[in-house]
């Protein structure tokens, strides 16, 4: 009879090979079992990246090869896979953690699970998340932590990620030349709102405190005339006044910096003066929108306002937003940005219970969608500084400040934050609550 290779062969082969690839680029020790295995395709051996030295901490991999097609419950963020009893009975009784990698010829993705990391209730079920466990470079850490005996006092594991780089969330502010001074009727800027609206031609990008009136535009050219004393207005230094010691020039300039960054955004952004919050504006209601933006050199997009819909009718729109703090360090002035979300029933009515859906979405997010999120906000303030050119900008306020980005910090490990949620022993139980909310927003 003539000898056969299954395809099945070929295709358990071709998911072994494309694994210890992976394993390989992770800096680790990859060993196959051959052909005596019962259960365990390879044995990994931890090694340290910066000496290279291995580290004699062992785990075992299975490989689950696929060609093709969904598995269990599959969705853009999630799916399940059913472990066979005879194979997690020989897993049970091994001395070393077992890990499960699943790997789809198709589209060459691959995820990973403990083999013990099993459904609540459901021993042989495992969920796999497809953004937390993905099996590449950012899981080592995780991989690491399964090797540690955490019965053994002292035991220590390096950091096995690799270097990264890290972006800044400051960007300098370059201001103008000038800063207007004038004194006011008005003791505040509330007081001399009633009279401002009377008139055409309104800004409110400045700051009445004290009766003395701050800006960076000369308020005798715009309806603000209405409320500074005329004879009394002097274009001065910016220098003086936002670098001297003076705790009052000091708030009035931090004022001034978010009025003018409200101004400057405002085609893009709304501002909560209540919760102090900028977020990406909706352009109608229960209607998502896009943003282009570039990291790095490359063009990307991001979905800044998110409709979700309920058969219910309890959706809700969720935004991009963030809070701009100014810091004065030295000689300069910086913007830093803190980025969030922000939650709406329709895109324009405030959501009742945001700070719900806030804490769901704060706990899946992971590194690379905050730098994503950074990159985002500095590319969105820096264009706000450019020149208003073309017809299509006709509605873009006139820049005043301008903005620029800091260089990358270079760590020598990088943040294993995939890590962070599984010291929690909550983690697994939230995080499986906060997809299916995704999906089914209350």
């Given at each position: 009879?003539?000898?056969?290779?299954?395809?099945?062969?070929?295709?358990?082969?071709?998911?072994?090979?494309?694994?210890?690839?992976?394993?390989?680029?992770?800096?680790?020790i990859y060993e196959s079992r051959g052909r005596l295995e019962a259960g365990t395709d390879g044995i990994i051996e931890l090694?340290?990246?910066?000496?290279?030295?291995?580290?004699?901490?062992?785990?075992?991999?299975?490989?689950?090869?696929?060609?093709?097609?969904?598995?269990?419950?599959?969705?853009?963020?999630?799916?399940?896979?059913?472990?066979?009893?005879?194979?997690?009975?020989?897993?049970?009784?091994?001395?070393?953690?077992?890990?499960?990698?699943?790997?789809?010829?198709?589209?060459?993705?691959?995820?990973?699970?403990?083999?013990?990391?099993?459904?609540?209730?459901?021993?042989?079920?495992?969920?796999?998340?497809?953004?937390?466990?993905?099996?590449?470079a950012q899981c080592v850490d995780r991989i690491g932590a399964l090797t540690i005996d955490r019965n053994t006092p002292g035991?220590?594991?390096?950091?096995?990620?690799?270097?990264?780089?890290?972006?800044?969330?400051?960007?300098?502010?370059?201001?103008?030349?000038?800063?207007?001074?004038?004194?006011?009727?008005?003791?505040?800027?509330?007081?001399?709102?009633?009279?401002?609206?009377?008139?055409?031609?309104?800004?409110?990008?400045?700051?009445?405190?004290?009766?003395?009136?701050?800006?960076?535009?000369?308020?005798?050219?715009?309806?603000?005339?209405?409320?500074?004393?005329?004879?009394?207005?002097?274009?001065?230094?910016?220098?003086?006044?936002?670098?001297?010691?003076?705790?009052?020039?000091?708030?009035?300039?931090?004022?001034?910096?978010?009025?003018?960054?409200?101004?400057?955004?405002?085609?893009?952004?709304?501002?909560?003066?209540?919760?102090?919050?900028?977020?990406?504006?909706?352009?109608?209601?229960?209607?998502?929108?896009?943003?282009?933006?570039?990291?790095?050199?490359?063009?990307?997009?991001?979905?800044?306002?998110?409709?979700?819909?309920?058969?219910?009718?309890?959706?809700?729109?969720?935004?991009?937003?963030?809070?701009?703090?100014?810091?004065?360090?030295?000689?300069?002035?910086?913007?830093?940005?803190?980025?969030?979300?922000?939650?709406?029933?329709?895109?324009?009515?405030?959501?009742?219970?945001?700070?719900?859906?806030?804490?769901?979405?704060?706990?899946?997010?992971?590194?690379?969608?905050?730098?994503?999120?950074?990159?985002?906000?500095?590319?969105?303030?820096?264009?706000?500084?450019?020149?208003?050119?073309?017809?299509?900008?006709?509605?873009?306020?006139?820049?005043?400040?301008?903005?620029?980005?800091?260089?990358?910090?270079?760590?020598?490990?990088?943040?294993?934050?995939?890590?962070?949620?599984?010291?929690?022993?909550?983690?697994?139980?939230?995080?499986?609550?906060?997809?299916?909310?995704?999906?089914?927003?209350?």
């Amino acid at each position: 009879m003539t000898k056969r290779i299954t395809d099945s062969q070929l295709l358990g082969e071709l998911g072994e090979t494309a694994i210890k690839k992976l394993v390989l680029e992770m800096h680790f020790i990859y060993e196959s079992r051959g052909r005596l295995e019962a259960g365990t395709d390879g044995i990994i051996e931890l090694r340290d990246p910066k000496s290279g030295a291995p580290l004699g901490k062992l785990l075992a991999v299975q490989v689950k090869a696929t060609e093709r097609g969904q598995y269990i419950r599959e969705t853009d963020r999630s799916f399940e896979y059913l472990l066979k009893p005879d194979d997690l009975s020989y897993w049970r009784v091994s001395n070393i953690p077992v890990i499960i990698v699943v790997w789809r010829q198709s589209d060459g993705s691959a995820y990973w699970k403990e083999v013990t990391d099993c459904v609540k209730g459901e021993e042989r079920r495992l969920h796999f998340n497809k953004n937390t466990d993905v099996f590449d470079a950012q899981c080592v850490d995780r991989i690491g932590a399964l090797t540690i005996d955490r019965n053994t006092p002292g035991v220590y594991l390096p950091p096995l990620n690799q270097s990264e780089n890290a972006i800044i969330n400051l960007l300098r502010i370059k201001l103008p030349d000038e800063i207007f001074l004038a004194s006011s009727p008005f003791g505040s800027g509330r007081d001399a709102i009633s009279e401002l609206v009377k008139h055409d031609n309104s800004r409110f990008d400045w700051v009445i405190r004290k009766r003395r009136f701050v800006s960076f535009f000369d308020p005798r050219s715009y309806a603000t005339r209405s409320i500074v004393d005329l004879d009394q207005v002097d274009a001065v230094d910016t220098q003086l006044f936002a670098f001297n010691d003076d705790l009052d020039d000091t708030n009035d300039m931090i004022d001034l910096l978010r009025r003018t960054v409200e101004r400057q955004t405002s085609t893009e952004l709304s501002y909560l003066r209540k919760d102090r919050l900028f977020h990406f504006r909706a352009t109608r209601a229960n209607k998502s929108r896009t943003y282009k933006y570039f990291a790095n050199v490359n063009e990307t997009s991001a979905k800044v306002v998110n409709a979700y819909a309920n058969p219910k009718g309890r959706g809700y729109v969720r935004h991009h937003a963030a809070s701009f703090r100014f810091e004065r360090l030295a000689d300069e002035w910086f913007l830093i940005v803190d980025s969030t979300f922000y939650f709406t029933k329709d895109g324009f009515q405030p959501h009742p219970f945001p700070e719900a859906l806030l804490a769901g979405k704060k706990r899946l997010e992971r590194n690379a969608a905050i730098r994503g999120q950074v990159m985002m906000w500095q590319h969105l303030l820096v264009e706000s500084s450019k020149p208003v050119a073309g017809l299509f900008e006709k509605n873009k306020p006139e820049p005043i400040l301008g903005f620029e980005t800091l260089p990358l910090i270079q760590l020598p490990q990088a943040v294993p934050e995939s890590s962070w949620t599984r010291t929690d022993p909550r983690a697994k139980e939230m995080e499986s609550r906060d997809l299916f909310d995704e999906g089914n927003p209350a």
